[in-house]
C-alpha cells in the first residue's frame, strides 16, 4: 500500500513539474518561430492548469507583453492581455474571454498617459468610450457606444471600394515597367498622405527601384481617385500611409528588415531637416516596427518630439535610446531628463 501511494505522489510530482516547464524560443513581429538573427522578440512559455502563460521580451531582454492562451498552438486568448513600451511602461490592457475582447481595453502614451479607455462585451464595443489627449486632457467622450457612432468619429482613412479593389488599382503602374524591369530587393515602397479632402499628397520613395520606375509610381499614385479621409474626433484629419510596390522581375536579394529601417529612418531625416515633424515621427514609428533595437530611431524620434516642444515625450524616447546606446546622447539631453 505504501509503495501505491509513493507511486501516486511520484506521478504527481512528475505531472506538476512537466506542467510548470519553461520553454523559450525566438519568434517574428507575427509570433511565428524563427531564428535568433531573425527574431523580432523572445517567447517564454509556461504550461500550468490547463493555462499556456506566455511572456515576450524585447533583444535587450525588457518586457515586451503577457498573455494567457487556452491552446497549445496559443492562439486563443484569455484573460488580460498587457503589452509595454520599450521604456517598461505599459502600451495596452486588454481584457479576453473565450478569444473575444470582453471587458476594459486601456490604450497608453509612452509618457504613461491613458489615450483611450474602452469597453468591449463579447467582442462588440460597447459602453463609455474616452480619448484622450497627450497632456492628459480629455479629447471625445462617447456613452453607449456601438459600431455606427464609432464609425461616425473614429475611422481611418478608406480607399473607394475595399483592400482589393486598391490592389488592383497598384498592380496597374506601367505594365511595361513591371515585366521588363529587375526591381532592386524585390520591390519598392512608397509614403504619402491623405489629406481632409481626400487626395493623395506629399508622396515619397522611401525604398527606391530605378529612376523610371519611381516616377511611374509617383505618377500613377496622385492619379489614384479621392480617398475617404480618417475621421478624428468626428471630424475629418489628414493621415500617412504606406504601400509595398512588387514589379514583375524580382532581385533573389530580398531586403532585411534592418534595411526597411533605414530606410524608414533616412527619409525621417529628410521630413525633420524640412521641419516636417509629423512626417518623421510617422516614419519613425515604421523604422522602430522593422528594428526596436536601433538607438538612433528613438534618438531622432526624441528630437522631433523636442521640438513640437513635448519635452516628456522626446525624454522617454532618449532614455530608450540611451538603454540601447549608452554613446548617443550628449550631457546637455542626459541632463534635461535627469539620465545617468
Not at 44 to 55: A, D, G, K, S
Request: charged content about 25%; proline content about 2%; overall charge positive.
Amino acid at each position: 500500500m505504501k509503495n501505491v501511494i509513493f507511486l501516486l505522489a511520484l506521478l504527481i510530482f512528475a505531472s506538476n513539474g512537466y506542467s510548470q516547464k519553461l520553454k523559450t524560443y525566438y519568434i517574428d513581429f507575427k509570433g511565428e518561430k524563427t531564428s535568433k538573427s531573425n527574431a523580432k522578440f523572445q517567447r517564454t512559455v509556461r504550461y500550468q492548469n490547463n493555462i499556456w502563460n506566455v511572456r515576450d521580451y524585447y533583444l535587450n531582454d525588457s518586457l515586451y507583453r503577457t498573455g494567457s492562451f487556452t491552446d497549445k498552438k496559443l492562439t486563443q486568448k484569455t484573460g488580460i492581455l498587457m503589452s509595454y513600451f520599450p521604456n517598461g511602461k505599459v502600451s495596452r490592457t486588454v481584457a479576453f474571454e473565450n478569444n473575444l475582447k470582453h471587458g476594459d481595453e486601456k490604450y497608453y502614451f509612452i509618457t504613461g498617459n491613458i489615450s483611450r479607455s474602452a469597453h468591449y462585451e463579447k467582442g462588440e464595443a460597447t459602453g463609455k468610450w474616452i480619448w484622450y489627449n497627450q497632456d492628459g486632457s480629455i479629447e471625445n467622450e462617447l456613452d453607449n457606444i456601438n459600431p455606427h457612432s464609432l464609425k461616425d468619429n473614429y475611422t481611418k482613412a478608406q480607399y473607394p471600394g475595399d483592400k482589393k479593389e486598391l490592389n488592383e488599382y497598384i498592380k496597374k503602374v506601367d505594365y511595361k515597367l513591371r515585366q521588363g524591369n529587375m526591381v532592386f530587393n524585390g520591390k519598392t515602397i512608397t509614403g504619402f498622405k491623405i489629406n481632409k479632402e481626400g487626395d493623395v499628397t506629399d508622396i515619397d520613395i522611401i525604398v527606391n527601384g530605378t529612376k523610371q520606375m519611381d516616377s511611374a509610381v509617383i505618377e500613377h499614385l496622385y492619379n489614384m481617385p479621392k480617398w475617404k479621409p480618417a475621421k478624428a474626433n468626428g471630424k475629418y484629419v489628414a493621415s500617412y500611409h504606406v504601400i509595398p510596390i512588387a514589379f514583375g522581375q524580382q532581385n533573389n536579394t530580398m531586403l532585411s528588415d534592418k534595411n526597411i529601417g533605414n530606410a524608414f529612418y533616412n527619409s525621417s531625416l529628410k521630413d525633420y531637416k524640412e521641419e516636417k515633424f509629423n512626417k518623421a515621427i510617422f516614419k519613425l514609428l515604421r523604422a522602430i516596427n522593422y528594428d526596436h533595437m536601433d538607438a538612433k530611431y528613438y534618438f531622432l524620434l526624441g528630437h522631433c518630439y523636442f521640438q513640437q516642444k513635448k519635452q516628456d515625450f522626446a525624454c522617454e524616447n532618449w532614455a530608450i535610446a540611451n538603454s540601447l546606446d549608452g554613446g548617443v546622447l550628449k550631457k546637455e539631453i542626459k541632463d534635461l531628463c535627469n539620465l545617468k
